[in-house]
């Protein structure tokens, strides 16, 4: 579910979408700063590393991201319209919404392995049909901006009005279904390591007390001793 932008995209006002969205601390932390696929996701709005926001737009001067249009050698950290780091910090993501879309990330991710939904629905057109009521406008979460992606998937978690209007679709329905699946949703690496692996079987804690650091010395003492005699 790719972001989908005007296309006047690089420089977007803070109502439109923009093409591409990024985490600042990863640029901060990368050796060569580069932008990650996921980060151009529709229903991506944090990092799954760090657990902040992500961001769609320069911090400095608001406008969209345009990697392509430095007319310099630079890092891909560096804002090709004013120049500015992009690296200023985002404040962390809400627990509900990091799980939710979690939730969405792993059901996409089922369906690009080919577990389909029934009656031949795919499953990135559902949620991309949806529209939302933002201003006078009806539109699909790969048109909203970060910020008003952001809130519709807080709204969706803390089971406040939506701006779903008052048309139903299969579409908003399964969104509904979604978000109220995600509060008890552990994420697939969970769940496929509680099935597979085996679990420690109950039984009374050891009480045997392991070596202490200074015998671990006189340990490796001793054997470098050893070693150096002829």
Not at 55 to 65: A, E, I, M, T, V
Not at 74 to 90: M, N, S
Not at 121 to 142: E, N, T, V, Y
Not at 148 to 156: A, K, S
């Amino acid at each position: 579910m790719p972001l989908r932008a005007s296309p006047q995209q690089s420089c977007a006002p803070k109502t439109q979408a923009t093409w591409l969205q990024f985490c600042p601390a990863c640029l901060a932390e990368d050796e060569t700063p580069y932008f990650r696929r996921g980060w151009s996701l529709a229903t991506r709005v944090s990092c799954f590393r760090h657990g902040c926001r992500l961001r769609d737009r320069c911090p400095s001067c608001g406008q969209g991201l345009a990697p392509f249009s430095q007319k310099r050698l630079v890092p891909h950290q560096i804002c090709a319209w004013c120049g500015a780091a992009l690296c200023k910090r985002t404040r962390p993501a809400a627990n509900g919404v990091r799980r939710l879309e979690r939730l969405i990330d792993d059901l996409l991710r089922l369906h690009a392995a080919g577990h389909r939904m029934a009656e031949g629905r795919s499953l990135p057109d559902l949620l991309g049909s949806a529209c939302f009521q933002f201003g006078k406008q009806r539109m699909s979460i790969a048109r909203l901006p970060h910020r008003d992606r952001y809130h519709l998937l807080r709204q969706l978690t803390e089971g406040r009005s939506t701006p779903f209007g008052t048309r139903r679709s299969p579409a908003i329905s399964y969104w509904k279904r979604v978000a109220q699946a995600a509060p008890a949703w552990s994420g697939l690496v969970t769940s496929f390591s509680d099935a597979v692996l085996p679990r420690p079987k109950a039984g009374p804690c050891s009480t045997t007390a392991g070596p202490h650091l200074a015998d671990l010395v006189q340990a490796a003492a001793r054997l470098h001793q050893q070693r150096q005699v002829p």
